[in-house]
């Protein structure tokens, strides 16, 4: 994959499309995992996660198949905002945007656990931001 000259330069928006792929990795490894707990090969690590919400907790300690097809949006969402940002494309830039959003929003139903999440994407949004803003001044001063 080649990576655009204009985002090699802006070292910001490298490394957040850097940990926005990273980020995917970790939720499609996530999503290996789950197949091996529905056959019984692997102990279901999930009922060990402390969920505020009883009916996520009953559906991961049950059901972790049906977080499959999330964990599957979510990462192909993520992959193709990170390659899209290395390549300097401004959808890219606002599909990241579009996830981050979704995921600060569905992290509050994961709570407590999901505080690892708002962590990622926190870091992922600000670094992108950064870069987003980079050469622009905060405060414009006026010429009177």
């Known amino acids: 994959m080649k990576i655009s000259k204009?985002?090699?330069?802006?070292?910001p928006m490298l490394y957040g499309a850097i940990?926005?792929?990273?980020?995917?990795?970790?939720e499609f490894l996530d999503s290996l995992y789950i197949p091996f707990i529905?056959?019984?090969l692997i102990p279901n690590w999930y009922t060990t996660i402390p969920v505020v919400n009883p009916e996520i907790a009953t559906l991961l300690a049950n059901e972790p198949v049906w977080f499959i097809p999330?964990?599957?949006?979510?990462?192909?969402?993520?992959i193709a905002s990170g390659y899209w940002i290395l390549q300097n494309k401004a959808k890219g830039f606002w599909m990241a945007m579009f996830?981050?959003?979704i995921t600060l929003v569905a992290a509050f139903f994961l709570l407590p656990f999901a505080v690892v999440d708002i962590i990622g994407t926190g870091i992922v949004v600000f670094?992108?931001?950064m870069g987003y803003f980079k050469d622009q001044p905060l405060l414009k001063e006026e010429i009177t």
């Open 70 to 78: 999330i964990f599957w949006f979510f990462t192909a969402f993520r």
């Open 19 to 26: 940990a926005q792929l990273g980020y995917a990795t970790i």
């Open 99 to 101: 996830i981050s959003v």
């Open 6 to 11: 204009e985002i090699k330069s802006n070292k």
């Open 127 to 129: 670094l992108l931001i």
């Open 38 to 40: 529905a056959l019984g």
